[in-house]
């Protein structure tokens, strides 16, 4: 793993790490054998979750070569000034020495804020931190960490072994590899706890055990597969923190969810609370009631993680579904080894409703590929149990420290997107007004959203899934050299990879859901052919588009359209269920978008509902720039659009808008070192990029030149091109510029909406089209920043007089407020996660910043 790709294993890495604050809990040392301390303060407080830190000055010697400092400035997305506002600075190593419990394991919390201290610059701070033996840090940068995980501050959790003497010695030591170098820490937590960790399977050596009771770990991943987050205060005292696992999950067989509907027998003697609460195993995660497409899919979640150590999974299981033995069977498999065969948890548990947990323990070297890792699970075929299907609770991973106790990983390497990015954003605030629309990146709780992608996309660029070979497996112990629909794999246009990346369908099936290709189930037509309604799985109704045999250019697209969609996931791109490549016969099954195309609404009116209300459409733009962002923002190297045009925004039955067709998308500009990709001039005329017309030199700001036609489309009810206009009116692009730059904006406007429409509202939404179709790049907002002008739009059409207030005291750079925008993670966090919440509140949040 070189240095520029650690930057994705670390941002999965810190998420988890980010909240977790465990506290004393029954079973426990007291809490008087506890420290949690604010460093450089000189008072005891309390933070927002009502926690006491006390000072650290009773534990620093008044000789040490130590001061105390307060930041300079303070991130909105801190969750509070305690203790994140004040630091200890050291100038040379220095150690706390605590008294600790000599038998209990401890949890080890290290907080940093990287910011101004003392006019001390963060970018100068490299140090060290051990505790006794164990390196917990080396060389470490905070600086360098947050920026390139896109947070504010860290929290760095650990669980140590007893310390037999009874003294922890904690040393920060500033690398004598810097000059001026300094280390600094805002918070320490030493807190006794339970030892939850004896020994676990050892993956590829059967009936071997690794021992886990002199092993100290780190915090990795903690997961409640199949439910939602579970805050710390909802924990079984330990305060952990639980994530939902969907941003792992691979590929577009995801399973199902369950909650469970029987009362669960918690806790039990082989697991107490301390294991885990009850909401993880109230929920769970199954692969769907059709055997014959499990049979077919391994239900899989992949991590990024450091090469050269050894790690702990930890598996939560509760069959609440079934209640008998053989019922449901399945195998495990972590990084293409089988960690588990047949796994039955009514055999383990001994019933219904009861928790369990296993633990398996795995060594990942340093190899091409290897710094990953894959958690899969599939039926157990041949133990022929009544169901085909596995299923999944919870999931903890966790470093372990090598033979020499080292924990320290290196420091991360901020991506060449972020470097651009902030580039921009330099060039942009010395420039003039026009290139002056910055895209911030907000500190926080992040990582969430940006991990699952990383964690697919660079799969393309890690993993070779040529099939398999003598010594090297593929990551579906299913496939290998399979075969699909009764065709050879080898003969197929598609790579390996694409297909496994989501559900293979048979010619029949397809047939058989569009009536034979039945023309009258079509319901579009484009470049790559016609689009069918069908059913499928007794019942769901999908969109199969069927290509045209003929068209060789139909073969490309195919394989962009799969593993481009496949591998993304978000509320505003239209879900990709599976695809069919059989008897010269290519298709692509999604999910069926009841309410066609933007296009149809606005100004085609094929449809009942045509003329669409003025808040509509606006929300119709915010969703599809949603995706738009995700798709530049979201994974490690930009994903173009390409085609970004009204009969490609498409609308679900709730009128929630998906960016669709991704046939001619690219990847880039990170490729190369020219910030953009050189390629043939593909899309569709009147959306077209003049700067990618002129140059061939394609980047993210030509899909933001395209959605600004898409924005004025939308406002003028009009295509992009008519040709039976004058001559000056025939490009929507350009007499809207015209008219906009005349201030005559409003004799355009769709008469539908005309009165709907608050003049405040009107001028923000035109002024973000006008900047969209700027003539060169460099001088169009990012669709960030486009996606941030929208919300404020739609907050200046429902309060127009509060939020032309909240705009006007920050100086009316209502572009210049995207510092505090919401980063890529947050937003769809809350677009996924939160679909009643209001627009109002979710712009509340971007107007009015705060920790989350």
Not at 200 to 215: H, I, Q, R, W, Y
Not at 639 to 655: P, Y
Not at 705 to 727: I, T
Request: aromatic share 10%.
């Amino acid at each position: 793993m070189n240095s520029s790709e650690r930057i994705f294993f670390l941002t999965v890495f810190f998420f988890i790490t980010l909240n977790s604050i465990p506290v004393s809990s029954k079973g426990s040392a007291s809490d008087s054998e506890s420290y949690i301390l604010a460093c450089g303060a000189t008072n005891e407080d309390t933070d927002s979750d009502g926690r006491k830190w006390e000072p650290d000055t009773k534990y620093i010697n008044s000789s040490s070569n130590s001061m105390t400092a307060s930041a300079d400035s303070q991130d909105p997305s801190l969750p509070s000034t305690v203790p994140y506002m004040t630091a200890r600075i050291f100038t040379s190593a220095y150690t706390y020495k605590l008294s600790v419990p000599k038998k209990s394991r401890l949890w080890v919390r290290l907080h940093f804020y990287p910011s101004t201290y003392s006019s001390l610059s963060s970018n100068t701070s490299y140090f060290a931190v051990t505790a006794n033996k164990f390196q917990l840090l080396k060389n470490f940068s905070a600086s360098i960490t947050a920026q390139a995980l896109t947070m504010a501050y860290l929290i760095k959790e650990y669980s140590l072994t007893p310390i037999g003497s009874g003294n922890l010695d904690l040393t920060f030591t500033p690398s004598p590899d810097y000059d001026d170098s300094y280390a600094f820490v805002n918070g320490i937590e030493v807190i006794p706890m339970p030892d939850i960790y004896q020994s676990a399977a050892m993956v590829g050596l059967s009936d071997e055990n690794f021992d886990l009771t002199n092993s100290s770990l780190q915090t990795m991943f903690r997961l409640n597969v199949g439910g939602q987050f579970i805050p710390a205060s909802n924990d079984s005292g330990l305060t952990r923190t639980w994530y939902d696992d969907t941003p792992y999950l691979f590929g577009a067989a995801i399973g199902v969810t369950s909650q469970a509907n029987i009362t669960i027998k918690y806790p039990t003697a082989d697991v107490p609370r301390s294991i885990a609460p009850l909401n993880v195993y109230s929920t769970a995660r199954t692969m769907g009631p059709d055997p014959k497409v499990n049979v077919n899919y391994n239900l899989t979640w992949i991590f990024y993680i450091d090469a050269n150590f050894t790690y702990l999974l930890r598996f939560h299981f509760c069959e609440f579904l079934l209640s008998r033995s053989n019922q449901r069977a399945f195998d495990i498999y972590i990084n293409n080894q089988t960690a588990q065969s047949g796994a039955d948890v009514i055999s383990w548990a001994g019933s219904q409703g009861v928790p369990f947990y296993k633990d398996y323990s795995l060594y990942v070297p340093d190899q091409i590929g290897d710094d990953q890792l894959w958690v899969a699970l599939h039926p157990s075929v041949g133990l022929k149990p009544q169901y085909y299907d596995s299923i999944l609770n919870g999931l903890e991973i966790f470093k372990l420290d090598d033979q020499r106790g080292n924990l320290a990983g290196p420091n991360p390497v901020p991506s060449p997107m972020m470097l651009k990015a902030e580039a921009e954003k330099a060039f942009s605030s010395s420039g003039s007004s026009s290139s002056s629309i910055i895209g911030g990146i907000a500190g926080g709780v992040a990582g969430l959203a940006v991990a699952a992608i990383i964690s697919i996309f660079v799969l393309r660029k890690k993993r070779g899934l040529n099939g398999s070979q003598a010594g090297s497996h593929s990551w579906l112990p299913l496939y290998g050299n399979s075969t699909i629909s009764g065709k050879s794999s080898a003969s197929s246009h598609l790579s390996n990879l694409a297909q496994g990346l989501c559900r293979h369908f048979s010619l029949p099936e397809i047939k058989h859901a569009t009536k034979n290709f039945d023309e009258s189930n079509v319901i579009g037509v484009g470049g790559f052919g016609k689009v069918y309604k069908g059913v499928i799985d007794h019942g769901t109704k999908v969109a199969i588009k069927r290509s045209n045999p003929s068209s060789e250019q139909g073969v490309n697209e195919f394989q962009t359209e799969i593993e481009m969609l496949s591998k993304l996931r978000h509320k505003h791109l239209v879900s990709l269920i599976g695809f069919c490549e059989e008897d010269g016969e290519m298709a692509l099954v999604y999910d069926y978008m009841a309410n066609g195309t933007l296009r149809e609404h606005i100004y085609k009116g094929t449809k009942p509902t045509s003329s669409l209300s003025w808040r509509q459409r606006l929300e119709i733009c915010i969703g599809a720039a949603r995706g738009l962002h995700y798709l530049h923002t979201g994974a490690k190297y930009t994903i173009i659009h390409r085609d970004v045009k009204t009969t490609n925004i498409l609308l679900d039955e709730k009128w929630v808008a998906k960016v669709s067709d991704f046939g001619l998308s690219k990847t880039g500009p990170n490729l190369n070192s020219q910030g953009h990709v050189s390629t043939v001039v593909k899309g569709s005329f009147g959306y077209l990029d003049p700067e990618y017309f002129k140059r061939q030199q394609l980047t993210e700001k030509s899909d933001v030149y395209s959605f600004g036609v898409v924005l004025f489309e939308a406002l003028c009810a009009r295509p992009a091109l008519n040709p039976n206009l004058s001559k000056e009116q025939v490009s929507l692009a350009e007499w809207a510029l015209h008219c906009q730059k005349k201030g005559i904006i409003e004799d355009i406007i769709d008469p539908h909406i005309k009165t709907e429409i608050q003049p405040e509202c009107l001028k923000k939404f035109a002024e973000t089209a006008e900047k969209c179709l700027s003539d060169h790049g460099i001088h169009r907002p990012s669709m960030g920043d486009v996606l941030w002008n929208l919300e404020f739009s739609l907050q200046l059409q429902d309060n127009p007089t509060g939020a032309k207030m909240v705009s006007e005291s920050k100086g009316n750079d209502t572009y210049g407020m995207n510092r505090h925008m919401l980063t890529i993670l947050e937003e769809s966090s809350l677009s996924e996660e939160n679909d009643d919440v209001s627009q109002n509140e979710i712009f509340s949040q971007i107007a009015h910043p705060r920790g989350r």
